[in-house]
T-cell receptor
C-alpha cells in the first residue's frame, strides 16, 4: 500500500534561515507525483510545489525547493530565507490512481523572529 | 476569480441528524474530492468524483454520502450513521487528464456535535 511518512511533528527555525521538512514515501508504482501543501491556522490548503517521479531535476518555486532522492524514496521540502508568514502546517502528499492524494501527518513549522 | 466555495464555514449537528456540506467550483474542473481532517492529523479521503453522475468511495466513506448532478457541485451529506463527525472537512477539485496538476482546495467547513 502507498504511504507517506513525515517524522517531524514540529520544527522551529530562525527567521531568514533555511529549513528542511522531511517526507518519505512508499509505493510500487513507477509513475507517481509528490506534492507539498501549506496549511495556515485559518485552514485552507495552499499548493506549494510538485515533483514527478520522472523529473530529472529537483523542482523549485521561489523560496521553495524539493530535494528529491528517488532511490531513498524521499522528497524533502526546503524553505530558504524563512519568513514569519511561513509558520504553518506543511503536508507532503502522493498522487494515487484517479488523481487521489494520500497525505502525511504533517509538520508544524514555527518561525522565530 | 475562479475558485472553490465551501459553505457553511461552521456547522453544528444534533444527534440523529443528517447535515449537508456544500462545495461549488467555477474552475471547470472535472474531478472533485472530499477530505476529512482531524486535529493534528493529515487529510483522509471520503469520496471523489471524476465525472458528473459518477463517484467512488475513498478510505473513510462509511457514514457519508455524496451526489454529483452538476459539474460545478459536489455536496457531502454527513449522515446519522457517522458516529464521530466532529472534524474539519475540505473539498478539492482538479482538472482531469493531467495528473501533474495539483488539487485546489476550498476554505473548509468545521463540523461539531451539539
Amino acid at each position: 500500500a502507498q504511504k507517506i511518512t513525515q517524522t517531524q511533528p514540529g520544527m522551529f527555525v530562525q527567521e531568514k534561515e533555511a529549513v528542511t521538512l522531511d517526507c518519505t514515501y512508499d509505493t510500487s508504482d513507477q509513475s507517481y507525483g509528490l506534492f507539498w501543501y501549506k496549511q495556515p491556522s485559518s485552514g485552507e490548503m495552499i499548493f506549494l510545489i510538485y515533483q514527478g517521479s520522472y523529473d530529472e531535476q529537483n523542482a523549485t518555486e521561489g523560496r521553495y525547493s524539493l530535494n528529491f532522492q528517488k532511490a531513498r524514496k524521499s522528497a524533502n521540502l526546503v524553505i530558504s530565507a524563512s519568513q514569519l508568514g511561513d509558520s504553518a502546517m506543511y503536508f507532503c502528499a502522493m498522487r494515487e490512481g484517479g488523481g487521489k492524494l494520500i497525505f502525511g501527518q504533517g509538520t508544524e513549522l514555527s518561525v522565530k523572529p | 476569480d475562479g475558485g472553490i466555495t465551501q459553505s457553511p464555514k461552521y456547522l453544528f449537528r444534533k444527534e440523529g441528524q443528517n447535515v449537508t456540506l456544500s462545495c461549488e467550483q467555477n474552475l471547470n474542473h472535472d474531478a472533485m474530492y472530499w477530505y476529512r481532517q482531524d486535529p493534528g492529523q493529515g487529510l483522509r479521503l471520503i469520496y471523489y468524483s471524476q465525472i458528473v453522475n459518477d463517484f467512488q468511495k475513498g478510505d473513510i466513506a462509511e457514514g457519508y454520502s455524496v451526489s454529483r448532478e452538476k459539474k460545478e457541485s459536489f455536496p457531502l451529506t454527513v449522515t446519522s450513521a457517522q458516529k464521530n463527525p466532529t472534524a474539519f472537512y475540505l473539498c478539492a477539485s482538479r482538472p482531469w487528464g493531467d495528473s501533474n496538476q495539483p488539487q485546489h482546495f476550498g476554505d473548509g467547513t468545521r463540523l461539531s456535535i451539539l
